[in-house]
C-alpha cells in the first residue's frame, strides 16, 4: 500500500470515529474525504477481495441481499454496502469502515450495489481487480432521473468499459440489458432467466422497451414475465433472447412469501423454493443463484441456498405494530409498484387496511406522474369483491392528496379514504384499528415513518 | 346519449410521463356523468379514415421513439389529423404531442426536422432541460391556477396566429423567456404540463370536454363531487405555487 493511500484511509477511518463519536451513522463521509486524498483509493482497498457489483433499476438491493446470503450461507465472508451509499462515496466508506488502519480489508468478497450512474465511477479504478457485474434489468426509472432508458443503458456501458476482464451476468429476458453483450465485447457472460413465463401477468403491461434497440421494429414475445421482459425475439435483424443457464422452467405456486420452482442449472433441472415474496423476485433469487455458479458452488448448494434467502430494508419488511402488526413495502417506479400491486391483488383481504404514501424529494422522484403508470385498476376490482365495513385506505407523505386522485380513477371507494400526514398521528390511528395493515411507500416515506415507528415498536436495524 | 369517442394516437409510444392518465380522467367524469365513451388506441400503419373522434389525445414520448414516429406520421397520420384540427375536433396535445404538432423542431446539431405543421409554432432544441413543478393561470380551470411538472429540453415559440393557453406563475413554460405556456388553435389545448394534467386540474378537464361536447349539443355539464381532485390541486399550489 503506497503512502498516499495509506494516508487517506487514515484520514478516512478518523472521519468515520469521529461522526460515530458524534452519534451519526457513517455512510459517505469517510469516502469523500478519503477519495479526496487518492481518488483511486478502492484499487487498494479491493486488491485481495473478489467485487460483485450489482447494478440495474429494479431489485438491486434484494439481488445484493440474497447474494450475501448465499456467500455467508457457505462459509465465505462479505462485505456489503447499505442501499442508501450505493454511489463512489458510499462504495469506499463501506470499504474504510470494515478496513483495518493500515488499510486491510479481510473478506473472501465484496458484495456492492451500483447506482446505475455511478457504476462508471466505482469501476473506474477497479481494471486490475477479479470483478462481476450483475444487471437485474434496465426499467424506466424515476423519469427525471436519467430521462431515458437509453440513458441508463449507456451509464452502465460506461460502467463496464473501465472493466474489460470482469464476468458479466446479465437477465437474459431484458432485451435492453442483454444488449450489453453486443456493445461491451466482454467475453465471460452468463444469463439468467425465466422459460415460459408468467401466468398471471397480462400483456397489457407498460413495456419500456417496445421497439428494437437494433433496428426499431416491434419486437414480438415467445412468452413474457412483466414489463418488457420476456423471450423476446426481432423478426426484422433476428436480434433474440439468449438461453439462460440458470433458469426458472415453471412455477409450480407463487405463495405470500416465497416461490415454489423448477430451476434449472445449464440445463440440469431441480425442484427449489425461492424464499423471496412475489414474482418480480424471482428474478432477484435467479441472479443470486448464477453468483452461486459464479463463486463455483455446485448446483446442490445453490439449490439449498435459495430456500434461506431473506429480505432486505423495505421489501416486505414485518413491523409488531398493534395487534397484528404491518408489512411495510417500499415503491420506487412503475414497474415495482406493479409488481406489489400484482402481489396485493393476490394476497390483500378485506381484512387488511393499505397504507399509501409518496413524497416527491429527489429520491422519491420529484415528478409524481409515474403514479399513473401504476395499475391500481386490478387491485381497485379485487377489493371491491372482498372489501369489508371496516376496511381504511390511508394515504399520507407530501403527495398523498395525488395518490388519492390515482386511486379514486382506479375505482377505490373514496368513502374509505383517510388522509393523514403526521407520521405519529397516523401511527396511532393505526394501532387502534387492531387490524393487519400494507404500507406503501416511496423511499423518503418510508424512512421518515420508520423513524416514528421506532418509537413504539422494535425495528430490524439497517445500515443507512 | 350519445357515445363520446376518444383516440389515444400513439398511446404506445407517446406513454412516457403517465400522460395516459389524462384518458382516463376525461373518459371517467365522462361516464360519471352519463355518457357512454369509447378509447380507441391508434398506433403505427393503416386506420380507417372514416371513424370520427370528438377527442384525440396525443401525449409526449422518449426521443429515440418519437424518431420512430415522425416516419408514420407522414405516410399516414398527418393529412388526417390536420384535417380534424381544421375541422374543429378536440385535441389534447402534451410535450412530445405539442411539439408534433408545429411547423418544425431544430435540433442542437441545428438540423430542421419538419414536423406536422398544423399549428403555427415551432421548437428548438436547448440545454438544460427544463424540469419541475410548473404552475400557471388559465381562465379555462376556472379560478385557480393549474399545477403540473415539466420535463422538456425545447424551447417552443408561438407564431402569429396562435395563443397560448396559459401564462407562466412558476416554471419555464413554452421556452423560459416569454411568459407563455402551451399553446390554443381552434379546439386545439397543448401543453408543456404532465402529473398527468387533467386529473387535478378538473376545471380544466371540464372545459376540453365541453369544446368536444358543443357538437353533440351538450353545453353545460352537471357538478361533480371534486374534492378530492381539488385538494390534490390546491396541495400542489401550496406546495409550488
Ligand atoms: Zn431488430
Same mark, same amino acid.
Given at each position: 500500500?503506497?503512502?498516499?493511500?495509506?494516508?487517506?484511509?487514515?484520514?478516512?477511518?478518523?472521519?468515520?470515529?469521529?461522526?460515530?463519536?458524534m452519534?451519526?451513522?457513517?455512510?459517505?463521509?469517510?469516502?469523500?474525504?478519503?477519495?479526496?486524498?487518492?481518488?483511486?483509493?478502492?484499487?487498494?482497498?479491493?486488491?485481495?477481495?473478489?467485487?460483485?457489483?450489482?447494478?440495474?433499476?429494479?431489485?438491486?438491493?434484494?439481488?445484493?441481499?440474497?447474494?450475501?446470503?448465499?456467500?455467508?450461507?457457505?462459509?465465505?465472508?462479505?462485505?456489503?454496502?447499505?442501499?442508501?451509499?450505493n454511489?463512489?462515496?458510499?462504495?469506499v466508506?463501506?470499504?474504510?469502515?470494515?478496513?483495518?488502519?493500515?488499510?486491510?480489508?479481510?473478506?473472501?468478497?465484496?458484495?456492492?450495489?451500483?447506482?446505475?450512474?455511478?457504476?462508471?465511477?466505482?469501476?473506474?479504478?477497479?481494471?486490475?481487480?477479479?470483478v462481476?457485474?450483475?444487471?437485474?434489468?434496465?426499467?424506466?426509472?424515476?423519469?427525471?432521473?436519467?430521462?431515458?432508458?437509453?440513458?441508463?443503458?449507456?451509464?452502465i456501458? $460506461?460502467?463496464?468499459?473501465?472493466?474489460?476482464?470482469?464476468?458479466?451476468?446479465?437477465?437474459a429476458?431484458?432485451?435492453?440489458?442483454?444488449?450489453?453483450?453486443?456493445?461491451t465485447?466482454?467475453?465471460?457472460?452468463?444469463?439468467?432467466?425465466?422459460?415460459?413465463?408468467?401466468e398471471?401477468?397480462?400483456?397489457?403491461?407498460?413495456?419500456?422497451?417496445?421497439?428494437?434497440?437494433?433496428?426499431?421494429?416491434?419486437?414480438?414475445?415467445?412468452?413474457?414475465? /412483466?414489463?418488457?421482459?420476456?423471450?423476446?425475439?426481432?423478426?426484422?435483424?433476428?436480434?433474440?433472447?439468449?438461453?439462460?443457464?440458470?433458469?426458472?422452467?415453471?412455477?409450480t405456486?407463487?405463495?405470500?412469501?416465497?416461490?415454489?420452482?423448477?430451476?434449472?442449472i445449464?440445463?440440469?433441472?431441480?425442484?427449489?423454493?425461492?424464499?423471496?415474496p412475489?414474482?418480480?423476485?424471482?428474478?432477484?433469487?435467479?441472479?443470486?443463484?448464477?453468483?452461486?455458479?459464479?463463486?463455483?458452488?455446485?448446483?446442490?448448494k445453490?439449490i439449498?441456498?435459495?430456500?434461506?434467502l431473506?429480505?432486505?430494508?423495505?421489501?416486505?419488511?414485518?413491523v409488531?405494530?398493534?395487534?397484528?402488526?404491518?408489512?411495510?413495502?417500499?415503491?420506487?417506479n412503475?414497474?415495482g409498484?406493479?409488481?406489489?400491486?400484482? =402481489?396485493?391483488?393476490?394476497?390483500?383481504?378485506?381484512?387488511d387496511?393499505?397504507? =399509501?404514501?409518496?413524497?416527491?424529494?429527489?429520491?422519491?422522484?420529484?415528478?409524481?406522474?409515474?403514479?399513473?403508470?401504476?395499475? =391500481?385498476?386490478?387491485?381497485?376490482?379485487r377489493?371491491?369483491e372482498?372489501?369489508?365495513?371496516?376496511?381504511?385506505?390511508? /394515504?399520507?407523505?407530501?403527495?398523498?392528496?395525488?395518490?388519492?386522485?390515482?386511486?379514486?380513477?382506479?375505482?377505490f371507494?373514496?368513502?374509505?379514504?383517510?388522509?393523514?400526514k403526521?407520521?405519529?398521528?397516523?401511527i $396511532?390511528?393505526?394501532?387502534?384499528?387492531?387490524?393487519?395493515?400494507?404500507?406503501?411507500?416511496?423511499?423518503?416515506?418510508?424512512?421518515?415513518?420508520?423513524?416514528?415507528?421506532?418509537?413504539?415498536?422494535?425495528?430490524?436495524k439497517?445500515?443507512? | 346519449?350519445?357515445?363520446?369517442?376518444?383516440?389515444?394516437?400513439?398511446?404506445?409510444?407517446?406513454?412516457?410521463?403517465?400522460?395516459?392518465?389524462?384518458?382516463?380522467?376525461?373518459?371517467?367524469?365522462?361516464?360519471?356523468?352519463?355518457?357512454?365513451?369509447?378509447?380507441?388506441?391508434?398506433?403505427?400503419?393503416?386506420?380507417?379514415?372514416?371513424?370520427?373522434?370528438?377527442?384525440?389525445? +396525443?401525449?409526449?414520448g422518449?426521443?429515440?421513439?418519437?424518431?420512430?414516429?415522425?416516419?408514420?406520421?407522414?405516410?399516414?397520420k398527418?393529412?388526417?389529423?390536420?384535417?380534424? +384540427?381544421?375541422?374543429?375536433?378536440?385535441? #389534447?396535445?402534451?410535450?412530445?404531442?405539442?411539439?408534433?404538432?408545429?411547423?418544425?423542431?431544430?435540433?442542437?446539431?441545428?438540423?430542421? +426536422?419538419?414536423?406536422?405543421?398544423?399549428?403555427?409554432?415551432?421548437?428548438?432544441?436547448?440545454?438544460?432541460?427544463?424540469?419541475?413543478?410548473?404552475v400557471?393561470?388559465t381562465? #379555462?380551470?376556472?379560478?385557480?391556477?393549474?399545477?403540473?411538472?415539466?420535463?422538456?429540453?425545447?424551447?417552443t415559440? #408561438?407564431?402569429?396566429?396562435i395563443?397560448?393557453?396559459?401564462?407562466?406563475?412558476?416554471?419555464?413554460?413554452?421556452?423560459?423567456?416569454?411568459?407563455?405556456?402551451?399553446?390554443?388553435?381552434?379546439?386545439?389545448?397543448?401543453?408543456?404540463?404532465?402529473?398527468?394534467? #387533467?386529473?387535478?386540474?378538473?376545471?380544466?378537464?371540464?372545459? +376540453?370536454?365541453?369544446?368536444a361536447?358543443?357538437?353533440?349539443?351538450?353545453?353545460?355539464?352537471s357538478?361533480?363531487?371534486?374534492?378530492?381532485?381539488?385538494?390534490a390541486?390546491?396541495?400542489?399550489?401550496?406546495?409550488?405555487?
Amino acid at each position: 500500500m503506497g503512502i498516499r493511500s495509506s494516508f487517506a484511509v487514515m484520514v478516512g477511518k478518523a472521519t468515520a470515529k469521529l461522526l460515530h463519536i458524534m452519534g451519526k451513522g457513517a455512510t459517505s463521509l469517510p469516502g469523500v474525504v478519503t477519495l479526496k486524498l487518492c481518488p483511486n483509493v478502492l484499487a487498494t482497498l479491493a486488491r485481495d477481495i473478489k467485487v460483485i457489483c450489482v447494478t440495474g433499476t429494479n431489485g438491486k438491493t434484494t439481488t445484493c441481499h440474497a447474494i450475501a446470503d448465499i456467500i455467508s450461507a457457505n462459509g465465505y465472508t462479505c462485505l456489503t454496502n447499505s442501499a442508501g451509499a450505493n454511489m463512489i462515496n458510499g462504495v469506499v466508506s463501506c470499504f474504510m469502515n470494515a478496513s483495518s488502519l493500515t488499510g486491510k480489508v479481510k473478506r473472501d468478497y465484496a458484495v456492492l450495489e451500483c447506482d446505475e450512474a455511478s457504476l462508471r465511477h466505482i469501476t473506474k479504478s477497479m481494471g486490475s481487480l477479479d470483478v462481476t457485474v450483475v444487471v437485474t434489468n434496465v426499467f424506466r426509472d424515476q423519469l427525471d432521473r436519467y430521462g431515458e432508458v437509453l440513458t441508463t443503458l449507456d451509464l452502465i456501458k $460506461q460502467g463496464l468499459a473501465h472493466i474489460p476482464n470482469a464476468r458479466l451476468v446479465l437477465n437474459a429476458d431484458c432485451s435492453l440489458t442483454s444488449s450489453l453483450v453486443e456493445s461491451t465485447k466482454h467475453g465471460d457472460v452468463l444469463f439468467f432467466g425465466v422459460n415460459g413465463g408468467f401466468e398471471s401477468t397480462s400483456s397489457s403491461d407498460i413495456s419500456d422497451a417496445v421497439y428494437c434497440i437494433r433496428c426499431k421494429t416491434k419486437y414480438k414475445y415467445h412468452s413474457h414475465t /412483466f414489463g418488457h421482459l420476456g423471450d423476446f425475439y426481432c423478426e426484422s435483424c433476428g436480434y433474440h433472447r439468449q438461453k439462460p443457464s440458470v433458469a426458472v422452467d415453471e412455477v409450480t405456486s407463487f405463495n405470500a412469501d416465497s416461490a415454489d420452482v423448477l430451476m434449472s442449472i445449464d440445463d440440469k433441472q431441480y425442484e427449489a423454493k425461492i424464499t423471496l415474496p412475489g414474482a418480480y423476485n424471482i428474478y432477484n433469487g435467479l441472479a443470486a443463484a448464477a453468483i452461486g455458479r459464479v463463486i463455483g458452488l455446485d448446483d446442490k448448494k445453490i439449490i439449498a441456498s435459495m430456500s434461506s434467502l431473506t429480505t432486505p430494508f423495505g421489501r416486505m419488511e414485518h413491523v409488531a405494530l398493534g395487534e397484528k402488526g404491518v408489512e411495510m413495502i417500499l415503491v420506487k417506479n412503475p414497474a415495482g409498484f406493479n409488481e406489489v400491486i400484482s =402481489f396485493l391483488t393476490k394476497h390483500c383481504t378485506g381484512e387488511d387496511d393499505i397504507l =399509501f404514501g409518496l413524497n416527491d424529494n429527489s429520491a422519491d422522484g420529484t415528478d409524481v406522474s409515474w403514479i399513473w403508470d401504476v395499475e =391500481f385498476e386490478k387491485l381497485g376490482e379485487r377489493l371491491r369483491e372482498v372489501t369489508t365495513d371496516s376496511q381504511t385506505f390511508f /394515504f399520507t407523505g407530501k403527495r398523498g392528496e395525488d395518490l388519492q386522485v390515482r386511486l379514486k380513477y382506479a375505482g377505490f371507494d373514496t368513502g374509505k379514504f383517510k388522509l393523514e400526514k403526521d407520521y405519529r398521528a397516523l401511527i $396511532q390511528r393505526l394501532m387502534g384499528t387492531g387490524r393487519h395493515t400494507y404500507m406503501v411507500l416511496s423511499y423518503t416515506v418510508m424512512l421518515g415513518l420508520r423513524d416514528k415507528l421506532a418509537e413504539v415498536a422494535p425495528l430490524k436495524k439497517y445500515a443507512r | 346519449m350519445d357515445c363520446i369517442k376518444i383516440c389515444h394516437l400513439y398511446h404506445d409510444i407517446l406513454n412516457l410521463y403517465g400522460d395516459t392518465g389524462n384518458v382516463v380522467t376525461m373518459k371517467k367524469r365522462l361516464e360519471w356523468r352519463g355518457f357512454e365513451v369509447s378509447v380507441t388506441d391508434l398506433s403505427f400503419g393503416e386506420f380507417d379514415r372514416n371513424d370520427k373522434f370528438d377527442i384525440i389525445f +396525443i401525449g409526449g414520448g422518449q426521443d429515440f421513439e418519437q424518431g420512430i414516429l415522425t416516419e408514420d406520421l407522414f405516410k399516414y397520420k398527418a393529412g388526417w389529423l390536420t384535417e380534424q +384540427i381544421e375541422n374543429d375536433t378536440t385535441v #389534447l396535445a402534451i410535450c412530445g404531442g405539442y411539439q408534433m404538432l408545429g411547423n418544425y423542431y431544430i435540433t442542437d446539431k441545428g438540423e430542421d +426536422i419538419k414536423f406536422l405543421g398544423a399549428l403555427d409554432l415551432y421548437t428548438k432544441a436547448s440545454s438544460p432541460r427544463m424540469i419541475g413543478n410548473i404552475v400557471y393561470s388559465t381562465e #379555462l380551470n376556472g379560478k385557480m391556477n393549474v399545477a403540473a411538472f415539466e420535463n422538456h429540453s425545447g424551447k417552443t415559440y #408561438l407564431g402569429k396566429g396562435i395563443s397560448p393557453l396559459g401564462r407562466v406563475v412558476k416554471g419555464f413554460g413554452n421556452n423560459g423567456e416569454d411568459g407563455t405556456e402551451g399553446a390554443r388553435y381552434k379546439n386545439v389545448f397543448a401543453t408543456y404540463g404532465h402529473g398527468p394534467l #387533467l386529473p387535478k386540474n378538473p376545471v380544466l378537464c371540464d372545459s +376540453i370536454l365541453l369544446s368536444a361536447l358543443k357538437k353533440h349539443g351538450v353545453l353545460e355539464l352537471s357538478e361533480l363531487d371534486d374534492r378530492i381532485e381539488t385538494g390534490a390541486l390546491k396541495n400542489a399550489l401550496t406546495l409550488y405555487g
